[in-house]
Nanobody, 120 residues
Framework: QVQLVESGGGLVQAGGSLRLSCAAS?????MGWFRQAPGKEREFVAA????????YYANSVKGRFTISRDNAKNIVYLQMNSLQPEDTSVYYC????????????????WGQGTQVTVSS
């Protein structure tokens, strides 16, 4: 059983930065970050392969967010810069046990989420 625990969310002013962390138990998996704002569907934010050598980003965050991982600690990070009010969401960490990794990789393990609020 994989356990994912997110941390690092909070309240920040527009233009500010936050770094989210996701601590994972068990094996090393491909990992992703998703977000869901009130009244909206969950959307993909970023993903990283098991080795960390391949990353994908949603167009809305490309150039502002960076996903990375420390496999020695089994932690995945999401560095979020130039935050805007539209980035306000609950951010979820996810892990995939799928053998393939691409933009559409399915994720079967999920964390509990961490709230990010960006004030204008």
């Amino acid at each position: 059983q994989v356990q994912l625990v997110e941390s690092g969310g909070g309240l920040v002013q527009a233009g500010g930065s936050l770094r989210l962390s996701c601590a994972a138990s068990g094996r090393t998996y491909a990992m992703g970050w998703f977000r869901q704002a009130p009244g909206k569907e969950r959307e993909f934010v970023a993903a990283i392969s098991r080795s960390g050598g391949i990353t994908y980003y949603a167009n809305s965050v490309k150039g502002r967010f960076t996903i990375s991982r420390d496999n020695a600690k089994n932690i995945v990070y999401l560095q979020m810069n130039s935050l805007q009010p539209e980035d306000t969401s609950v951010y979820y960490c996810a892990a995939s046990s799928s053998g393939a990794f691409n933009y559409y990789t399915p994720y079967n393990y999920w964390g509990q989420g961490t709230q990010v609020t960006v004030s204008s």
